[in-house]
């Protein structure tokens, strides 16, 4: 091994940490796990409940503005020592509240927990970014990765030590201390390369000259058409990933599965989830940004179409295969939005711009209540479907007509 690929090494290195941060913050994810003894102890309900996740997805956008400019002019290593306590915050509070308004939990985990956590997502994905310049995807795809795993790994952990002795606020204490050790660490230990430091530099085929940007700020990014029309796509997309996450199991219920069945299946979701954020993230480093996002469409066109058969003929199997396709194609969204950003809009304003593209996850959070209002008022999944489905050609079309403007 020559010196400069033993330089090179220590981004795999900063990699591995970048995975473990982000399996700890993507314990907001968990929430459909972290909600149970809530609900039992204090009797709130499922809208109430669900209102709390809507607003810790909303604040984790905005803390993913505020991770860009804390960045920027503190550092990396000051915005997760921040994002850490902020989130030990969130859940410390949480694990000490006494029930009599679920405004306080609003503001505990859903504000404070929210923005520790956004904060934190945008730092490290754009720290470890700028290590990767020749391999965007796989970047994006492990980080993300790690974030989606976090729902199957901490999530049984939590559910494990809730029936334990240890109980539901102690779970809560642990998580948090655990979530602001892991950041700050990941703080101490991550550097961003110097000008100076030999990175590799991407080699672009001739069919993929397209690609070639240049360097935008988050205002010329804004005027861009390619931005609003990928914002919106990514949007529909991820919409499709939120809602059927929000009612999973009762979706595997509602044709005729065990109950053992409907449980394990949102397991098996988060697994596809994870899978599908490393797959896109290698793809896009082989056939490109365009190519990569119109698969992602298809893929979740044909997992929001083989999901509405199988509700319209009461198929456990074709839900299964429904299911488990939307959590491949979720995955997707996240990894396709990092790629998508350090692609068209270039890598020196990334982290601001990140942050604005973001905000698709609050839009799908929001098109996600909105299918559970239409579930509850149609009593069924089939028009829920059908809606979700004629997002995902309207995407479609956004899709094919983003270009390089």
């Known amino acids: 091994m020559n010196e400069t690929n033993k330089k090179l090494s220590v981004r795999w290195t900063y990699m591995v940490v970048g995975v473990i941060a982000m399996l700890f913050a993507g314990v907001l994810y968990t ?17 109430e409940l669900s ?28 915005a997760l020592i921040l994002a850490g306590t902020l989130s030990l915050l969130g859940f410390l509070l949480t694990a000490i ?24 997502y945008n730092v490290v994905i754009a720290t470890l970014s700028a290590w990767f310049p020749d391999k965007k995807g796989l970047c994006s795809g492990c ?36 979530i602001f050790v892991i950041l700050t660490l990941s703080g101490i230990i991550l ?51 939120s809602s059927v996450i929000s009612f999973a199991k009762d979706l595997a219920l509602s ?14 979701l988060s697994v596809c989830n994870g899978i599908g954020r490393i797959i896109t993230g ?29 509700v319209s003929i009461n198929s456990l199997v074709l839900c299964v295969v429904g299911v488990c396709l939307t959590g491949m194609s979720y995955g997707a969204c996240p990894t396709i939005t990092s790629a998508f950003t350090s692609s068209h809009f270039g890598l020196k304003h990334f982290s601001n711009n ?27 999944y089939t028009v829920t479907f059908i809606m979700l489905l004629a997002l995902t050609f309207i995407a479609l079309i956004l899709n094919v007509l983003i270009k390089k403007s």
């Open 31 to 47: 929430w459909s796990i972290l909600k149970s003894p809530l609900s039992t102890e204090f009797g709130w309900g499922v809208s």
């Open 51 to 78: 209102l709390n996740f809507t607003l810790a997805m909303t604040f984790f956008c905005v803390g993913g503005l505020l991770g860009a400019q804390i960045s920027k002019r503190l550092g990396h290593k000051i």
């Open 97 to 120: 509240l006494s029930g009599k308004s679920v405004i306080l939990l609003y503001l505990t985990y859903g504000v404070l927990a929210g923005v520790g956590i956004g904060i934190s």
């Open 143 to 178: 980080l993300m990765m790690g974030f989606g795993a976090s729902a199957l790994i901490l999530g049984n952990l939590a559910d494990a030590l809730f029936k334990s002795a240890i109980g539901w606020r102690a779970t809560y204490v642990i998580i948090g201390v655990a």
């Open 191 to 241: 550097k961003k390369p110097s000008e100076d430091f030999p990175l590799p530099e991407k080699k672009i085929s001739n069919s993929r000259s397209q690609e070639i940007t240049q360097d935008l700020t988050a205002k010329q990014m804004l005027c861009r058409p390619s931005f609003w029309m990928a914002f919106i796509c990514i949007s529909f997309l991820a919409a499709v990933g």
């Open 255 to 268: 044709v005729n599965a065990p109950e053992t069945l409907a449980v394990s299946l949102v397991g098996i």
């Open 282 to 310: 290698a793809v896009f480093d082989v056939i490109g940004c365009k190519k990569t996002m119109i698969s992602a469409n298809l893929l979740t066109i044909l997992a929001a179409s083989v999901t509405l058969l199988a």
């Open 354 to 380: 990140m942050a604005l593209m973001t905000f698709t996850v609050m839009v799908g959070s929001f098109i996600a209540t909105a299918s559970n209002a239409v579930l509850e008022a149609t009593g069924g």
